[in-house]
């Protein structure tokens, strides 16, 4: 079975520093996705950026970057010089692969981030 | 291009009712997932749709159901609400073969 592990429930972060989000997995699958959601206090949840299992290079989309260690089995997210929309819920989530079309996302706990002016 | 829409945003409802939620996905996609998300179960996969036919589904009784229509338009149906019930249902939808789900606003449903 699937599972994400996010170890901090939450984080207090100075505006302009950077800040990594920890993600751990666990999947008996060799093919697998991982993403980066973002919460707001509003609900929806919006995509921030994707891993997959074979990709070589580590995912980078703008201010966000995936540090992506597979023998480690973590997927940390990486936001550089965070500002104060940042702060939100971030969640971790996985999805298996080899099954194809499984859309099935798991997501781990979340973690809330703060960021303070 | 239009995002996911969920209507309605927000519901109350009394136990043993039943509710209606509904997902419109982007134009284009022909999967549709749903969530629920609450404080101590964190998010949990309901179930998901692909042209019409469920193709997947999660730990949850069968109070819980859906259907997809033609259009990919899909509806969850939960009936003999229980207190436990009171979520934010999130739906996304997604083009098979493109690894990005997109969520919709979420409906808040509130059960009293």
């Known amino acids: 079975a699937q599972k994400i592990t996010q170890t901090q429930p939450g984080m207090f972060v100075q505006e302009k520093e950077a800040v990594t989000l920890d993600c751990t997995y666990d999947t008996s699958d060799q093919s697998y996705g991982l993403f980066w959601y973002k919460q707001p206090s509003s609900g929806e949840m919006i995509f921030l950026i994707y891993?997959?299992?074979?990709?070589?290079q580590n995912a980078t989309e703008g201010r966000y970057s995936l540090n992506f260690q597979k023998a480690r089995k973590s997927a940390n997210l990486v936001i550089s010089a965070s500002q104060l929309g940042d702060s939100a819920m971030y969640f971790c989530a996985m999805r298996e692969l080899s099954n194809f079309g499984n859309e099935k996302l798991t997501f781990g706990t979340g973690t809330r981030l703060t960021i303070i002016p | 291009k239009a995002g996911v829409t969920q209507t309605p945003r927000y519901l109350i409802k009394t136990r043993g009712q039943q509710v209606t939620l509904s997902c419109s996905p982007i134009?284009?996609?022909?999967?549709v997932s749903w969530y629920q998300q609450t404080p101590g179960q964190g998010l949990q996969f309901l179930f998901e749709y692909f042209s019409e036919t469920q193709r997947n589904k999660g730990n949850f009784p069968g109070r819980f159901s859906g259907r997809q229509f033609s259009n990919s338009r899909s509806e969850m149906n939960v009936s003999t609400l229980e207190l436990g019930d009171s979520a934010l249902y999130l739906c996304?939808?997604?083009?098979?073969?493109?690894?990005?789900?997109?969520f919709g606003p979420g409906t808040r449903l509130t059960v009293t």
């Open positions: 134009s284009g996609h022909r999967s």
């Open positions: 891993q997959g299992s074979y990709d070589e």
């Open positions: 996304a939808s997604g083009r098979t073969g493109n690894h990005e789900q997109y």
